[in-house]
């Protein structure tokens, strides 16, 4: 049975390390593959490989896009905004989001959100998911900034309507930061490049930050090792929402340790 990972790009992609470790542990009949769609292809490219897969997980630019094309949403998905995890149940495809998931276990290792100020950048899919789980888990307050206001204010609004009893605030600057507990960054600056999303002379002792590229050592992480400040990169975030992709297909628990070695291994 055939899951993968659709997005554009995809190349650079640790789930099939991940997933096949995984499916070969529990000797499972399963096999993870990567499946590029061109953006101006996405139509015909996502209706054939629906045609061809059990289950996949979908990254960018696609996550706010998928669930026109699936018969049922969860509902936490559906109040996000973001599908990343999809799976064919008898002809019907339902859509998850385990990145939300992921994002919280794998911070509630080092820091309990729980009555503390949030600075999350960006408004995208990743911050969506991020900014849901915090909600959900009684943080004071979160602030939201992107270089897109207009995607902030929507994302505020979105939080709003679902989670009406958190306080949650647009940021035109860093003002707020000092104020905070947790940073978020959820942008892609420092993916592939020396850019840093915030300036690092405003990262406050105490602070703790949560970077959700996984890959390299970014700016941020480097500047927040500089000032001596707990910090996490997106590496058990990748994991865990992987090993909630997993059993949402597969119905099996999945082998967290084993894919934590798997994609260590492989990066």
């Given amino acids: 049975m055939k899951t993968g990972l659709i997005g554009w790009p995809v190349a650079h992609s ?10 070969e542990k529990l000797s499972l009949p399963w096999r993870y593959g990567l499946y590029p769609v061109e953006p101006g292809n996405f139509d015909n490219g996502i209706k054939k490989l629906m045609d061809e897969l059990r289950g996949f997980n979908i990254t960018f630019p696609y996550k706010e896009k ?8 969860s509902p936490g998905a559906s109040s996000i905004g973001a599908v990343n995890c999809a799976k064919n149940d008898n002809g019907r495809w339902t859509g998850t989001n385990t990145d ?37 888990s009684g943080t004071r307050k979160i602030f939201i900034k992107d270089p897109d206001a207009e995607k902030a204010r929507d994302l505020i609004k979105r ?20 104020n905070c507990d947790v940073l978020v960054n959820a942008t892609p ?8 999303p915030l300036p690092a002379d405003i990262l406050h ?15 941020l992480l480097k500047a927040a090792a500089e000032r001596g400040l707990r910090r996490q990169d997106g590496l058990n975030m990748l994991v865990y929402q992987a090993a909630d992709s997993f059993t949402f297909w597969t119905g099996e628990k999945a082998p967290v340790e084993l894919m934590k070695d798997r994609v260590k291994k492989d990066l």
Avoid at 66 to 73: E, K, N, R, T
Avoid at 108 to 127: S, T, V
Avoid at 189 to 196: K, Q
């Fill in 14 to 23: 640790l789930s099939p390390a991940i997933h096949n470790g995984a499916f």
């Fill in 66 to 73: 998928i669930s026109a094309y699936l018969d049922d949403v």
């Fill in 189 to 196: 600056l420092g993916m592939a490049d020396e850019r840093i």
């Fill in 159 to 178: 939080l709003n309507r679902f989670a009406p009893a958190q306080a949650v605030f647009i940021s035109d600057d860093f003002t707020e930061l000092k």
């Fill in 100 to 136: 939300s998931s992921g994002f919280l276990k794998a911070l509630k290792e080092d820091i309990n959100p729980h009555d503390r100020n949030i600075f999350i950048l960006g408004a995208g899919g990743a911050a969506k998911a991020a900014a849901f789980s915090l909600a959900e």
């Fill in 205 to 219: 002792k105490g602070l703790y930050v949560f970077e959700c590229i996984y890959n390299r050592e970014t700016p």
